[in-house]
């Protein structure tokens, strides 16, 4: 049953969801539990997704991008992690972690050099934040890079790198100045085919299999002044707006994963039958789809809520952090309290991989960890709302 819409779409948003839904269930759904299984980097149809437009859904036509709006973003990553997560997350960090940040913070150069190739879906970007002590507490990282006449030497080994193993450009953070902590934090653009930068090991991983995650090490990198993504010292706010942007891709992925997990479940419950009747006719798994959709409901007013917050930004100026933590927090929950369910729901069928049920279940929980784990999540909305920190 389709709930009464609270967010009416327009003709535009309409199209780019039917034309995400469409190329999702035709073409991502045949191979994601093949590409799953066998942890391989899906080159073929996000170069596809490149062509379409997914890639840089929010970037102006005038470098490259759809130039559409948040919400239409939103509504395209939820069809395509309703399909397969792994695909969700590449199309997130490429649009939300990487270009938006190039479009909010690049210069004009800057833009027409590392913007347009990742936004038009001819290269791949990727955004480099966390490393192995530090994660959470993000302005303790430890890579250097020391100004060196017109340009700056890189040192240092970054974590859990989104395309990592695959990316022609990644955003980078780095100390420039320690002393200052996290207003000494920096950010590069970074070139993945020059020296000093090396694809280190890759990170074996539960569920978004298909998405290659690695280590990457930089040995002397030489960035040149004008890689420099804002001012020095910058760094920190410019990694920290950006995840805003970022948690409302991942609400918008755990969205996808929860329906996709539910509508499942929904069918499962109408036609299996135990103890002579369809099993939806107990109250137990009726009680447990009722929550499931109530949840997945609430998750999406929250994801288009934040979508639209993001979209008045862009003239207020006025952030949507609270927002875009809301939606990312309850978002993630549901897809983990969903895609539990519909496990047990499915029984032991569920827990094969002959079904995507597992699949949804193992993808789900990332969305709990990554761009700021749920506990972050409750830190953040609690400092916007007390306004202490
Ligand atoms: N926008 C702009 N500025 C912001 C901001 C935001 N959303 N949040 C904080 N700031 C600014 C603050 O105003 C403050 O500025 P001043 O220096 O002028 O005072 C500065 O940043 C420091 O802020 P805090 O004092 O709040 O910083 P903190 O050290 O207490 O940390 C935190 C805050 C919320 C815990 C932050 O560190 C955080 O979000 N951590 C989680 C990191 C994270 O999400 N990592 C995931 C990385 S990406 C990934 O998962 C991999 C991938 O490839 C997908």
Known sequence: MAVKDLFPLSEEHQMIRQAARDFAQNEINPIAAEYDEAGIFPMKTIKKMGEMGFMGIEVPEAYGGAGMDTLAYVLALEEICKADASHGTIMSVNNSLYCSGLLNFGSETQKERFLRPVAEGKAIGAYSLTEPMSGSDAGTMRSRAVRNGDSYLINGRKSWVTSGPVANFIVVFAMTQPEKKHRGVTAFLIETDKPGFIRGKMEPKLGIRASATSEIVFEDYCAP????????????????????????????????????????????????????????????????????KTRIEASRLLVYNAALAKERWKTTGERFTLEASMAKLFASETAMFVTHAAVQIHGGIGYSKELPVERYFRDAKITEIYEGTSEIQRLVIARQELGLR
């Open 225 to 292: 002044m004008d890689c420099r993504l804002g001012e020095e010292g910058d760094g920190f706010k410019i990694a920290m707006s950006v995840l805003d942007a970022g948690r409302i891709g991942i609400a918008a992925q755990s969205l996808g994963i929860a329906e996709a997990a539910y509508e499942a479940s929904l069918a499962y419950a109408r036609e299996r039958e135990a103890f002579g009747q369809k099993i939806g006719q107990f109250q137990g798994i009726g009680f447990q789809l009722a929550d499931m």
